[in-house]
C-alpha cells in the first residue's frame, strides 16, 4: 500500500477545533486506501488515541516554548518569513521532511504555518507530489482583525498582513497543487493576494455532535460556540456581550446567554455570573446546549474560512444567526437555512424577534432548513467524494 506523509502545526486529533476537523477528515478518508505517517508540532506528551489506530506512524516534534518568539521575531527579519511561520520552523523537522519525502507518493501540508517546510520541498523537485491546503485565506483573516482591533493590536495585525500578503502569494504560486476551504477563500487569494493559482476548494463535513430528536427548547437562551482562545471568537463574543447583549436584556430580562468551548480566556471568564451570562468552558455534551437554545449566534468580525461552528448547529437543527463575515464561507445560501444580519441595529432586530415567544413555527422551519441544507452540501459523503477525486 502506498503511502502519504501529512504535515500538521498541531495534533489533528481529538477534535477540538475546526483545524483538527480539517486535517482529520483527509486522515479518515485516505486512511482506507493509503498507509497514513502524520507529522506534527505539539507542546506536551500525547495520549495514545483514534489517530494513532487510523495511522501508521504518528510523529511528534515538541515546541520550545521558551525560544519560540525569538524564533518568530529571527525568521521574521531574516528569512521573511510572518510571525505565525516563523514560530514553527524547525531546522530538524526540516532536516528529516527531506531525507524522508522520497517515501511518499503524496506529501500534504496543512496550514500556512507549516508552509516553509513545503516550500523548501519544492525547491527539490518532484513538486507534482506535493499539496497544500492552506484551509483559509490567512492574509483575509489578518486584514479583518486589523480592521476590528485598536491600539497595539491593530499595529501589530497591519504588520502581519503585510507580511502575509507577500508571502501567501509566494506560496501558492510555487505551490502546484493548492486546496482551501470555501469558494470565498479562494477568490480572496487570487484577487487580492493576486497569486496566478487556480486552488480546488474541499470543504468540511459537519460533525454530528449527538444530534437528537425532540429535544424541549428553553425559553429566550442565546449560545454561542467556539474555542475560546482563538483570536476571532474572543472578539465575536466581547463585541456582542458589549455592544448587543445588554439591548436584549432590555427587551426580555429572563435572556441567558451561554458560552460553551474550551481554552477560555481570562478576558471571557471575566463576564461570568454578570447579567445572566455563564462561561462553562469545555462541555461533554456541547449538543444539549445548542439544541435546547432558542438561538446560536456567531457574530463573527474577523476570520476567515468556513466556520465550522455554524455548520455544526445547522447540523444539529439550531436556528443560527451570524454575520456576512460568518456566513461568507457557505455556498449556496437561499436566505432561509440561517439568518444573516448587516449591522449592530439589525442583529438587535432579528435577536428580539427570533426570541419572541410567538416566533416559534419561524425559528422551526428555520431549523428544519438548516438540517436540510448541511446534508446536502456538507455531508460526509459529499467531502469524501472531494477527497477522493483529488487523490484517487
Known amino acids: 500500500m502506498e503511502k502519504i506523509l501529512m504535515i500538521c502545526y498541531k495534533r489533528p486529533y481529538p477534535l477540538r477545533s475546526g483545524a483538527e476537523v480539517r486535517m482529520f477528515q483527509y486522515i479518515e478518508i485516505l486512511s482506507e486506501y493509503y498507509k497514513i505517517d502524520v507529522v506534527y508540532i505539539s507542546e506536551n506528551e500525547e495520549?495514545?488515541?483514534?489517530?494513532?489506530?487510523?495511522?501508521?506512524?504518528?510523529?511528534?516534534?515538541?515546541?520550545?516554548?521558551?525560544?519560540?518568539?525569538?524564533r518568530?521575531?529571527?525568521n521574521y527579519l531574516f528569512h521573511g518569513m510572518p510571525l505565525q511561520v516563523g514560530q514553527l520552523y524547525y531546522k530538524n523537522l526540516n532536516k528529516w521532511l527531506k531525507e524522508c519525502?522520497?517515501?511518499?507518493?503524496?506529501?500534504?501540508?496543512?496550514?500556512?504555518?507549516?508552509?516553509?517546510?513545503?516550500?523548501?520541498?519544492?525547491?527539490i523537485g518532484e513538486k507534482e507530489k506535493i499539496y497544500f491546503d492552506g484551509t483559509d485565506a490567512i492574509t483575509l483573516q489578518s486584514y479583518n482583525?486589523?480592521?476590528?482591533?485598536?491600539?497595539?493590536k491593530k499595529l501589530a495585525y497591519w504588520?502581519?498582513?503585510?507580511?502575509?500578503?507577500?508571502?501567501?502569494?509566494?506560496?501558492?504560486?510555487?505551490?502546484?497543487?493548492?486546496?482551501l476551504i470555501s469558494e470565498r477563500d479562494k477568490s480572496f487569494i487570487i484577487n487580492n493576494v493576486n497569486a496566478a493559482c487556480n486552488p480546488k476548494v474541499i470543504f468540511n463535513y459537519a460533525i454530528d455532535l449527538g444530534y437528537k430528536e425532540g429535544v424541549k427548547k428553553e425559553n429566550r437562551s442565546i449560545v454561542f460556540m467556539g474555542k475560546m482562545n482563538y483570536p476571532p471568537n474572543v472578539e465575536a463574543v466581547t463585541y456582542f456581550i458589549e455592544n448587543i447583549y445588554g439591548k436584549i436584556r432590555e427587551e426580555y430580562d429572563d435572556v441567558e446567554f451561554h458560552i460553551i468551548g474550551g481554552y477560555v480566556t481570562e478576558e471571557i471568564k471575566k463576564y461570568h455570573g454578570k447579567n445572566s451570562i455563564f462561561v462553562h468552558?469545555?462541555?461533554?455534551?456541547?449538543?444539549?446546549?445548542?439544541?435546547?437554545?432558542?438561538?446560536?449566534?456567531?457574530?463573527m468580525r474577523s476570520g476567515a474560512g468556513l466556520q465550522n461552528k455554524i455548520i455544526q448547529a445547522m447540523y444539529l437543527g439550531c436556528a443560527v444567526i451570524t454575520s456576512e463575515i460568518g456566513a461568507d464561507g457557505l455556498m449556496r445560501l437561499?436566505?432561509?437555512?440561517l439568518i444573516i444580519y448587516k449591522d449592530d441595529k439589525d442583529f438587535i432586530n432579528k435577536l428580539i424577534y427570533f426570541l419572541r415567544l410567538d416566533s416559534s413555527n419561524a425559528r422551526r422551519q428555520l431549523?428544519?432548513?438548516?438540517?436540510?441544507y448541511i446534508h446536502k452540501y456538507y455531508s460526509y459523503e459529499t467531502v469524501k467524494k472531494q477527497i477522493l477525486n483529488l487523490f484517487m
Open 159 to 179: 504588520v502581519e498582513y503585510k507580511r502575509m500578503l507577500k508571502y501567501e502569494k509566494k506560496v501558492y504560486e510555487t505551490v502546484n497543487n493548492t486546496i
Open 145 to 152: 482583525s486589523y480592521k476590528v482591533n485598536r491600539g497595539w
Open 281 to 299: 468552558g469545555f462541555v461533554e455534551d456541547a449538543a444539549s446546549f445548542l439544541q435546547k437554545s432558542t438561538v446560536v449566534i456567531a457574530p
Open 47 to 70: 495520549e495514545e488515541d483514534k489517530l494513532s489506530k487510523v495511522c501508521d506512524h504518528v510523529i511528534t516534534y515538541h515546541k520550545h516554548g521558551i525560544t519560540e518568539n525569538i
Open 367 to 372: 431549523e428544519i432548513n438548516a438540517r436540510n
Open 101 to 123: 519525502y522520497g517515501e511518499y507518493k503524496y506529501i500534504i501540508c496543512f496550514h500556512i504555518k507549516m508552509a516553509s517546510y513545503i516550500l523548501n520541498l519544492c525547491d
Open 72 to 74: 518568530a521575531l529571527y
Open 334 to 337: 437561499s436566505g432561509n437555512e
